[in-house]
């Protein structure tokens, strides 16, 4: 993922101060060998971010804009 550090968004990400009461909301529910699912996940920040919480979590990461998709197709074919 490429983060712009002149971007609040992508600074605050990279401090753990994005949505982090969401975050910690969703990782106080998470139970060993449930699914995550990030609905719309854009970037990729919540997958991101709980992949890295809980390296053995299953993610399933959806995003329905062809746009966006095409972007992370080209910038990380490895991932899509």
Known sequence: MHLDLAQN???EYTQGLY???ELDYLL???QKGSYF???G???G???L???K???NARILAFEPDPVQILHDKMRYPEFV
């Open 19 to 21: 949505d982090k009461e």
């Open 49 to 51: 971010f709980f992949v």
């Open 53 to 55: 919480q809980r390296p």
């Open 41 to 43: 996940a854009n970037r």
């Open 45 to 47: 920040f919540y997958s």
């Open 37 to 39: 699912l990030d609905i």
């Open 28 to 30: 106080s529910f998470y």
């Open 9 to 11: 968004l992508d600074l």
